[in-house]
């Protein structure tokens, strides 16, 4: 390809190089790549000194994803490599979850490994060295691609070019996704294979990159995919006719079908699990609810923190020379990346067609499509100084002086500006979207960057600056916007919440505290925390926040009265049954140790439950045991019947409140209206925990309808002035109350429809008293084993979700177990003594196992006679009108269908 082809050598016969005295010539091929990576080491430690952040400060960059999520899976991963957890099934999150996609979402890097030297108490400042060594390989890769496929550039200015790409707008606003910086450092490799495939029939780097990348993160990889198809589209398009590409079709079907097979084992069984998640959904809904536009306070800057690229590309497609073949493919190709960050549909359809936050996923891609044609259009002989520098000492002088006091202001105005302004141009840190004010202040940099690049770049075409003058400048100017880029970004996150590392270090100093060999899960009190730092400790949990978070097991939890919000699953609100069947022995609140507290650190206890089952409670109840039609205190009784209760108690009583006809129930839904006071006298009777609850359906949307509908008051005390939240929206515990009365009041705070609502109570000595038979299990890198003995007809309910995935052996056969409320397993047991044994893997991985292995063969077969094998003219343009095709159905199914279905929807039709 031209794309790819190397850039024709200037004109004028280059002088050998001298040879420098005293450096080894290795160390001179190695330096323009070292020194691009080591200038983005510099930056980043410079501005991490500025601000005191790790490594020399108690700052991190961590925010948002990176601390509710990445942190915590890292000290996950830790537990899986050391074995202390298992990968397939693991009990640190969601109560028993396959974690195989969640890794190859989040923690698949090859720096992940890593963590195995590193604390768990240490992770939330090891994201600091994590984002440093990922930036600097996004510039290793990118001198990599402008040394190989852009010979032309000189060595300076891939350097330039590449520490751009490394402290750009997407790796500013999206690190603290840190596994999207491993894909921004693969897609320069990525373009560099594309090249080499092409120009030279080289298959093998874009097989190995294509792979690394689909394995590395499948979500990015979908991106990846439509960039390739496009970009295939696109340039058999464009090089139909030129005989040196009559193989490039053929070598594109074959690379790209031989990745697809090798990163199977990862894809697919990730691919089975996402389907299962909460993230379903209907797959128009998103493009016609959307609006035209997208919000491009926050896309824009993806492309906007690279001033010195824009103002070079667009001075070279502005002046009217002729450009070449490969930079025209790149500025057809360029347009296509764009317009989705400014048009919604588009942008949806590039992200799967949703996404919640961070709106410009791919942002990478058109950033180094537009750094690699501005570095190709540079490089070319057209674009160089007209004339060679002239004129006297003291003018030429006295410019210098110019340019020099230009960026003395410069430099000074910007550092001033981001000090002054931080609050607001910062906008995005903390609030995941940027705002008009936000947007403003970095078009008002761009202006004082962009003019100062701009004077520079003229006077260089003028030829009024030397290159090495102009050179010099620009190095020092493009350091100046990369670190005021990482102040307003990275540094930013420590400055609002200086406190950060501090207080995730206090909840992680939690870990390891409990001695109990028992198998047992551990709780929240509330939201205290992120809620993957209960399992990120290695504590056995319940709770889980991924955008694979099972639905079915959302729907459960949100039934049995947890809280609950978008994707995210809390070991906080249920009942004492609940908490008790799902084996919760611990539990951490906030506060003050009390006489029975396991641990204290000066922030948090950590207390003993007084009652708990095993994981296993044998059952003689039968079916399926459904719960989705009941109300949430109904689902508690009739947990109750079928697990440890005897026939006829009752254990749960609702309420009547003595106003009930303010309630209106039509059809099995409450309706209240704005303002109603409802009363409640409650007579106790032994010792109950009392409760109030108000739930409607189980969905993952951010904020519910009946949000902040109701104040509950007991005993002429608060308990909740605004429930349910996002925050607390499971059962509301108003207290433990023992032989006495009780006064509740509740008022409606707006008008609310709900499916589940009302007080009730639950009979404690009844629970307590309780004594079912049940099993002990234990579990050892996510393998559980354990032995109940059992009547004829006995089931074995187990407190992990379902799962097709997992393999239940009984006394050394394998059974099927069986779905009970709505997401628990269930084990049919045999007469007598029962050993069990319950792994896990994941749904799809044996097939997509296989089809890797096949793909090794295939890749080994076509090693051996590629070469050889002479593809006939036919079968070499079906290959090219093959690749046409795709790039035109990849082009209707992301820019055509969802602008459609969007105008269907605006205008009525």
């Known amino acids: 390809m031209e794309e790819t082809a190397r850039t024709s050598a200037p004109a004028e016969t280059a002088k050998p190089a001298k040879k420098k005295a005293g450096i080894p010539e290795w160390v001179e091929k190695l330096l323009p790549y070292l020194l691009p990576p080591l200038a983005v080491m510099a930056l980043m430690l410079v501005n991490f000194y500025a601000n005191k952040l790790y490594p020399f400060g108690e700052g991190t960059v961590a925010w948002c994803d990176m601390t509710q999520q990445v942190v915590p899976l890292l000290c996950d991963f830790k537990d899986i490599l050391t074995g202390k957890d298992g990968l397939f099934l693991n009990f640190d999150n969601a109560g028993g979850m396959n974690m195989w996609a969640v890794v190859f979402f989040f923690v698949s890097s090859p720096l992940s490994v890593l963590v195995l030297f590193v604390d768990k108490m240490d ?24 040394r190989r496929r852009v010979p032309a550039l000189d060595a300076v200015w891939g350097g330039i070019f590449s520490v751009a790409y490394a402290l750009s707008g997407y790796a500013m606003l999206y690190y603290q996704n840190n596994i999207w910086l491993d894909m921004m450092y693969l897609f320069p490799l990525l373009m560099t294979a594309f090249g080499e495939m092409l120009d030279h029939r080289r298959l093998w780097p874009y097989v190995a990159v294509l792979t690394a990348m689909m394995i590395v993160n499948y979500y990015i990889g979908y991106m990846i995919v439509l960039y390739v198809l496009l970009f295939m589209g696109l340039f058999c398009f464009m090089y139909w006719k030129d005989k040196k590409y009559t193989y490039a079709a053929v070598d594109f079907v074959t690379g790209s079908l031989l990745a697809a097979l090798l990163s199977a084992a990862v894809w697919l069984p990730s691919f089975i699990q996402y389907l299962g998640s909460g993230r379903k959904g209907s797959f128009f809904e998103p493009f016609e609810n959307s609006g035209f536009f997208a919000r491009y306070q926050t896309t824009l800057p993806t492309l906007m923190h690279a001033v010195l690229v824009l103002v070079i590309f667009l001075v070279c497609i502005m002046d009217g020379k002729r450009r070449e073949k490969r930079v025209n493919f790149y500025l057809f190709l360029l347009p296509l990346l764009c317009i989705p960050l400014y048009v919604e549909p588009l942008n949806l359809m590039w992200h799967t067609g949703s996404y919640m936050a961070f709106p410009s996923r791919y942002g990478f891609i058109p950033q180094f499509v537009m750094i690699a044609a501005t570095a190709m259009m540079f490089s070319d002989a057209k674009h160089r100084p007209v004339k060679e520098l002239k004129g006297k000492l003291m003018p030429l002088f006295a410019l210098l002086m110019v340019c020099s006091t230009a960026l003395f202001f410069v430099t000074r105005f910007m550092f001033a500006f981001v000090k002054d302004n931080r609050d607001a141009v910062s906008a995005y840190v903390g609030g995941l979207w940027g705002n008009d004010r936000s947007f403003h202040m970095i078009i008002k940099m761009m202006f004082f960057l962009g003019g100062t690049y701009l004077l520079y770049y003229m006077l260089f075409r003028k030829g009024r600056l030397t290159r090495e003058v102009f050179t010099m400048l620009c190095a020092l100017l493009l350091a100046v916007e990369g670190y005021c880029n990482l102040d307003i970004y990275m540094s930013s996150a420590h400055y609002k919440e200086p406190e950060r590392a501090v207080d995730q270090r206090m909840v992680m100093d939690l870990g390891d505290r409990i001695e109990d060999e028992d198998f047992y899960r551990v709780r929240t009190s509330s939201k205290l925390f992120d809620i993957n730092l209960v399992g990120a400790m290695g504590y056995n949990s319940i709770s889980h926040y991924t955008s694979l978070t099972s639905f079915d097991y959302m729907d459960m939890m949100k039934r049995m009265g947890y809280s609950s919000y978008w994707m995210e699953v809390g070991s906080y609100g249920g009942t004492e049954l609940t908490d008790a069947l799902f084996c919760m022995k611990y539990n951490i609140r906030a506060g003050e140790p009390h006489r029975d507290t396991v641990y204290y650190n000066n922030k948090y206890s950590i207390d003993p439950i007084g009652y708990s089952l095993p994981l296993g409670i044998v059952t003689h109840a039968s079916g399926d045991l459904n719960i989705s039609e009941m109300e949430r205190c109904e689902v508690q009784q009739y947990i109750y019947e079928n697990t440890i209760g005897n026939p006829g108690d009752q254990l749960v009583v609702r309420c009547e409140a003595e106003n009930a006809d303010e309630i209106e129930k039509l059809e099995d839904r409450y309706y209240l209206e704005e303002g109603t006071e409802l009363h409640y006298t409650v007579d106790v009777t032994g010792k109950q925990s009392l409760y109030f609850d108000c739930f409607d359906k189980v969905s993952n949307s951010i904020k519910e309808e009946i949000n902040d509908s109701f104040s509950i008051t007991v005993n002429g005390n608060c308990v909740n002035g605004c429930y349910p939240s996002s925050g607390e929206n499971g059962l509301l515990r108003l207290g433990v109350f023992e032989n006495e009365t009780v006064e ?21 000595d009844m629970l307590y008293s309780s004594t079912p038979q049940a099993a002990d299990f234990n579990q050892k890198a996510g393998k559980l084993t354990g032995t109940v003995q059992a009547s004829a007809g006995d089931r074995l309910i187990l407190s992990i979700p379902y799962s097709e995935s997992l393999k239940v052996r009984v006394n050394g056969k394998t059974v099927t177990p069986a779905r009970v409320f709505d997401d628990m397993l269930c084990i049919d047991l045999a007469e007598g003594n029962n050993t069990i044994t319950v792994t896990g893997t994941a749904k799809g991985f044996v097939p997509g196992l296989l089809i890797t292995l096949a793909g090794i063969v295939l890749c080994v077969v076509c090693k051996r006679c590629r070469r050889k094998l002479t593809i006939p003219a036919e079968v070499q343009k079906v290959a090219f009108l093959l690749a046409i095709l795709l790039g035109v159905l990849t082009i209707l199914f992301v820019y055509v269908m969802p602008l459609a279905v969007n105008m269907r929807v605006v205008t009525g039709i």
């Open 744 to 764: 509740v009041d509740v008022k409606c705070l707006r008008d609310c429809d709900c499916a589940s609502f009302g007080v009730f109570l639950m009979d404690l």
């Open 123 to 146: 992770m939330i400042y090891f994201v600091n060295i994590l984002c440093i060594l990922k930036l600097m390989l996004c510039s290793l890769t990118a001198v990599v691609y402008f």
